[in-house]
């Protein structure tokens, strides 16, 4: 039967190579399994599926670049949205409806959090990402819903063309 001290002894050490070991992890983030929910605007696509990637930078004059954008139906993008500028910005996909009615919460909860994949909320110097899958025509906006932004003309323009 092993003593106390022997015992105290693994336990320390024990403890000290999980700390160890700790230490020297991977804290990155694990992605969140995306949700899957057809928006009128479209749905969450598929990284794999994606054959175009779009770089659209979000400036502190409050504009986009570009600000309109043409998509075919059916089409996967990779929008790589890049925040150019010094203060927080998100790239919001929606119907302008949908829009309004967010900003409008946004004024009233400006540390509202969101988890959806057509949001990006991006830090000053950074960059976001988001993939989705146009399943249905129309013209849609994005939009950056961050209190004042949006108001000050934060928007742009998807025109999906019909198959």
């Known amino acids: 039967m092993p003593n106390i001290k022997t015992l105290l002894l693994a336990a320390l050490l024990a403890a000290s190579g999980v700390a160890q070991a700790h230490g020297e992890a991977d804290h990155a983030k694990k992605p969140a399994a995306v949700i899957k929910e057809?928006?009128?605007?479209g749905i969450a696509g598929d990284a794999k599926a994606a054959k175009r990637t779009v770089e659209v930078k979000m400036l502190d004059s409050m504009r986009f670049s570009p600000d309109r954008l043409e998509v075919k139906q059916g089409e996967t993008v990779r929008f790589v949205v890049r925040n150019d500028g010094k203060v927080m910005h998100e790239f919001v996909i929606g119907t302008k409806a949908e829009n309004d009615e967010h900003a409008a919460l946004m004024i009233k909860f400006p540390n509202?959090?969101?988890?959806?994949?057509?949001?990006?909320?991006?830090?000053?110097?950074?960059?976001?990402?988001?993939?989705?899958?146009?399943n249905r025509a129309g013209e849609f906006d994005f939009a950056c819903l961050i209190a004042g932004h949006y108001q000050a003309g934060m928007v742009g323009k998807i025109v999906v063309a019909a198959r």
Request: net charge negative.
């Open 112 to 134: 509202m959090e969101h988890d959806a994949p057509y949001m990006a909320h991006v830090a000053p110097g950074k960059t976001g990402e988001i993939v989705w899958t146009f």
């Open 38 to 41: 057809q928006k009128d605007w």
